[in-house]
């Protein structure tokens, strides 16, 4: 866990007393709207459908017991009794009064926390493999690599007003659990010939109106000129970058309109200025940000081989418990995508409870992943069944990691000023018809993600199967696209603890026109029941028989007959 010094406490602090003031004086008449927009977006602050949205930082997932529980506390107090965990491994508040947000701030402050640029066209919260210091694949601590551009990025004076939001993701390991491939600048550690360490630099990734997978502009960079290429990037960026359309503002868009060669170039002719400047970075740096982290003292333990008996138990064990590089150990994600409560929702009651079995068995520590779970990372094995019980009791052992129940869900239309349609109905709705763990572990590994509008903030584009929610003459449809996937294997390791293959990232493609909510199930079923049908084997996953065969043959189950669509398009209208 990392440790505030005094100069990051002071930065927390200040930045709480301005904003308590700019607040005031909004509240009192003397700041515009549009004045105060800025100043609030970049305090996490945002205007939502009813009320007020609050995104509180959580730098890259990591947490303390003691950080959550003052969660619980300000959800209970300031908010209606429960957060939600975002893709961006974040929580909102969803229904904070404006004239209580400098409070909640200067309560988070008192526990290391922030909600500092977690908005605004600014580099937002970096984000990383959730099992950073505990994967075997693991080359590099990715919390540590995270802790330096987070400290480069905060109110930095030349990238507080880029053209556009901007997103950095980190992954430490030979598998990419940190979606590098879909974000503004992803960092990928890698190893040369010669053993060094660097990182591979992807730039121009992202989903959104125009989902693009990211370019790679240098195989292998140094470790010491880490900031001074991130600085070069942005610079081209907020040089070149588009501030006259919205919507063509992303770093994305400069790369696909000037060509990843040439603004490879650019970057590189910009880099020549400041390569080994000032910012390059120093071991003595890095040796500072790793001795403000704890770490875990590690008993003398062995594994345990637990014994494959078709219990609940051991079908949590087998999708919710991870390989951890220390004998004896295990990583354990809690999931929150139980039927019937909205994906990555925690209630206050059920967060003070996890920090009590964060502090009992995850030594004080857990951390928020993309997928909108969390983890404790560091289990001793031998209380594994313990854990399971107590997790089972608060409705957080589902066992369906990686699993199609384990849907990735915006808010949408229920809270979202910005959403076309409601995703946690339609997440519920899957849930509910795929509510049989016999089934599911049958059909195997597959991402599913819902997105309330075109802004994709669940991911739907690279979901095996992804769902947008989009308008039709005031009407919620739903749009279906299959074959898309992060570009990672689930932990990175198999279960037998070898490294598993790192995979290309892709973008599913649409496989037609969209649904009416109460038919969204139905085509579900349909797009199952063709792989189950089409698959080589049981190892064979969803998204690689939609690689191996096209969309057609899916397409054609779902539109194929259409008199029978017509049909059943009217029957689930009805049911509506």
């Not at 075997?136 to 930095?156: G, K, N, P, T």
């Not at 240098?218 to 919507?247: K, M, Q, S």
């Not at 195997?444 to 903030?457: M, R, T, V, W």
């Not at 109460?518 to 085509?523: F, N, W």
């Amino acid at each position: 866990m990392y440790l505030y010094d005094h100069i990051d406490q002071r930065l927390v602090d200040e930045r709480v007393a301005q904003f308590r003031d700019q607040t005031r004086r909004f509240l009192a008449g003397e700041l515009s709207e549009d004045d105060f927009r800025q100043l609030r977006l970049r305090n996490g602050l945002y205007v939502q459908r009813y009320a007020p949205m609050l995104r509180i930082a959580i730098p890259y997932g990591l947490l303390s017991s003691r950080q959550l529980r003052k969660f619980a506390d300000i959800a209970r107090r300031y908010d209606r009794g429960y957060g939600h965990f975002s893709t961006r491994q974040n929580l909102q508040l969803n229904w904070p009064k404006i004239e209580d947000v400098p409070e909640i701030l200067a309560e988070l402050a008192t526990v290391q926390m922030h909600a500092i640029q977690t908005s605004g066209s600014c580099v937002r919260n970096i984000t990383a493999d959730h099992f950073a210091g505990v994967a075997r694949d693991e080359i590099v601590d990715s919390f540590v690599w995270c802790e330096l551009i987070r400290q480069w990025s905060a109110l930095h004076p030349e990238f507080n007003y880029l053209p556009r939001k901007f997103k950095i993701a980190v992954s430490g390991a030979v598998a990419d659990r940190a979606a590098t491939l879909v974000h503004d600048i992803g960092l990928h550690a890698v190893k040369n010939s010669d053993n060094d360490v660097g990182f591979r630099v992807i730039v121009g990734g992202g989903l959104g109106r125009t989902p693009i997978i990211g370019h790679v502009i240098r195989e292998f960079l140094p470790w010491r000129h880490l900031l001074t290429y991130l600085d070069a990037i942005l610079r081209v960026y907020n040089r070149y970058g588009r501030r006259d359309n919205i919507f063509k503002a992303r770093i994305k868009i400069l790369v696909k309109e000037r060509g990843v060669d040439s603004f490879r170039e650019e970057v590189e002719a910009e880099w020549a200025h400041l390569k080994d400047g000032p910012a390059t970075v120093v071991e003595e740096e890095v040796r500072r940000i790793e001795a403000r982290f704890t770490r875990p003292h590690y008993e003398k333990l062995q594994d345990i081989a637990y014994p494959d008996v078709k219990t609940s138990f051991t079908a949590w064990r087998k999708r919710n418990v991870h390989p951890h590089k220390q004998p004896g150990y295990a990583a354990v994600t809690l999931s929150l995508k139980k039927t019937g409560v909205p994906p990555g929702d925690l209630t206050s009651g059920q967060m003070e409870r996890i920090a009590e079995l964060a502090d009992h068995y995850s030594l004080g520590e857990l951390r928020v992943t993309h997928e909108q779970n969390l983890v404790f990372a560091d289990v001793r094995q031998a209380e594994l069944h313990g854990l399971w019980q107590e997790l089972r009791a608060l409705g957080l052992a589902t066992p369906n990691i990686g699993l199609l129940t384990n849907i990735i869900s915006c808010p949408g239309g229920d809270f979202c000023a910005l959403a076309n349609a409601k995703s946690i109905p339609v997440a519920e709705s899957i849930q509910r018809r795929f509510d049989d763990l016999d089934y599911l572990h049958d059909i195997g590994e597959l991402d599913l993600n819902i997105s309330g509008c075109i802004n994709a903030c669940g991911h739907h584009h690279v979901g095996h199967i992804g769902i947008l929610g989009v308008d039709k003459n005031g009407a919620e449809w739903y749009q279906i696209e299959i074959g898309g996937n992060q570009g990672a294997t689930r932990t990175g390791v198999t279960p037998t603890g070898e490294i598993g293959r790192p995979l290309h990232a892709s973008l599913g493609k649409v496989i037609g026109p969209a649904f009416a909510r109460a038919e969204v199930p139905d085509v579900i079923e349909r797009l199952i029941e063709t792989y189950l049908e089409r698959r080589d084997s049981q190892a064979e996953r969803f998204v690689d028989v939609v690689h191996r065969l096209g969309i057609e043959p899916f397409k054609q189950s779902v539109y194929g007959n259409p008199d029978q669509r017509t049909t059943d398009r009217r029957r689930a209208l009805a049911a509506a």
